[in-house]
């Protein structure tokens, strides 16, 4: 027999001695302080933490891939730019790129929230990931990847297009 016990001592030991005489075996009372969602309270503002910090490492990965996609590219870039490529040509050329793995990003978004949902159904049905909060997270993934791209990409397009092209490394 589970049930909640009764928040003074005086009562609790009224009902363990009903519990006694009625013939009910009373074994160990165990007192459980916090709920899951107190817990969850309490432990929640560490794991928004937590999660900025894999959040800018994911970013420091992303801005790594991507400076090191447009640096093999660079001679590329320089020979499109002296073929007559605008700056905003070759600025298409990697939204592109940006645009698919914005998708990717999107299809794994989507599937991490699916098992999230489903994990957290079976559990506690606490934490919640909306529709509003789904969109949040990829559009602020689509910022990272434009950010990423920016910068190492204005770098190289500053540069005559004869430079880029003799420029290694």
Do not use: H, W
Not at 33 to 45: A, F, R, W
Not at 74 to 99: P, Q, Y
Not at 131 to 144: P, R, T
Request: aromatic letters at 16%.
């Amino acid at each position: 027999l589970v049930f909640e016990l009764p928040d003074s001592d005086d009562a609790t030991q009224r009902l363990l001695k009903r519990l006694y005489e009625d013939g009910y075996e009373v074994g160990e009372v165990v007192g459980v302080d916090y709920s899951i969602k107190e817990l969850i309270d309490i432990i929640g503002p560490a794991f928004i933490y937590i999660a900025i910090f894999f959040g800018f490492f994911a970013f420091l990965i992303v801005y790594n891939f991507i400076s090191s996609s447009i640096k093999a590219r660079r001679k590329e870039i320089g020979i499109l730019r002296s073929m007559g490529a605008r700056n905003s040509d070759v600025i298409r050329i990697f939204g592109s790129e940006i645009f698919i793995m914005s998708i990717i990003f999107l299809v794994s978004i989507y599937f991490t929230n699916s098992t999230v949902n489903s994990i957290n159904a079976i559990f506690t049905g606490v934490i919640s990931l909306t529709f509003f909060k789904v969109i949040f997270i990829y559009f602020v993934c689509v910022l990272f990847l434009v950010i990423a791209s920016i910068i190492p990409l204005v770098k190289i397009l500053k540069n005559n297009p004869i430079d880029a092209i003799r420029k290694v490394f």
